[in-house]
């Protein structure tokens, strides 16, 4: 299951958000503002505040970056024929994130 620990008003999380919607993917979301243990396991697992963070239990992965974690689910998706693979998306600049 991946795992994505996110906040509402991070508008790099809401692009993950869209992709998981679009890609029609099961994600366990975990809002780090409305519930304040995921911002407990987040820290445990990636040590930062920093949102979007996705966690896939069933292979180990753990990453930031909104343009990463849409990739990866992109690439990893198998359900769905519509899913690009192999596309890099640029929604981020390398400074900007959410803390």
């Known amino acids: 299951m991946i795992h ?3 906040k509402q008003t ?20 975990k809002d780090i503002i409305a519930e304040p243990e995921y911002l407990t396991e987040l820290m445990d697992l990636g040590g930062k505040k ?3 963070f996705i966690h896939d239990d069933a292979t180990d992965i753990k990453m930031y970056e ?11 998706n198998t359900d769905s024929d519509s899913s690009p693979k192999n596309t890099q998306f640029t929604l981020h600049q390398a400074d900007a994130k959410c803390a």
């Open 50 to 52: 920093q949102t979007p």
């Open 4 to 6: 994505l620990y996110y």
């Open 66 to 76: 909104s343009a990463d974690i849409i990739a990866y689910l992109q690439n990893t």
């Open 10 to 29: 991070c508008r790099f999380s809401r692009n993950v958000l869209a992709e998981i919607d679009r890609l029609n993917i099961k994600v366990k979301l």
